[in-house]
Nanobody, 129 residues
């Protein structure tokens, strides 16, 4: 059974940094894509970043490009989201996700939430102004 457990959220001032972690278990993830999404109150879930585990190739939403960095640690089976220069509009619940099928399309394919089958419980990030 695939399990994804996020951690690292919290309250931070604008301009600050946080690093989110997503501990993955239940299968091999090296042939898959992993994604980070976020959902603010009253808004739809939106794509943040994705990574192809085996190659480390990445893709980002325009709103976070240059401020957020997605990475993975093979030994720990963990995906990270380093968030720098945080803004109040980054406030949301952040989720990590993975697809059931192995990676077989370009990373742009994995910017859609419907392409993912397994989700973590989410971690709250609040950025104060």
């Amino acid at each position: 059974q695939v399990q994804l457990v996020e951690s690292g959220g919290g309250l931070v001032q604008a301009g600050g940094s946080l690093r989110l972690s997503c501990a993955a278990s239940g299968r091999t993830f090296s042939n898959h894509a992993m994604g980070w999404f976020r959902q603010a109150p009253g808004k739809e879930r939106e794509f943040v970043a994705a990574i192809r585990w085996i190659s480390g190739s990445t893709i980002y939403a325009d709103s976070v490009k240059g401020r957020f960095t997605i990475s993975r640690d093979n030994a720990k089976n963990t995906v990270y989201l380093q968030m720098d220069s945080l803004k109040p509009e980054d406030t949301a619940v952040y989720y990590c996700a993975t697809a059931d099928l192995p990676y077989y399309r370009g990373l742009i394919y994995y910017t859609g939430s419907t392409k993912y089958d397994y989700w973590g419980q989410g971690t709250q990030v609040t950025v104060s102004s």
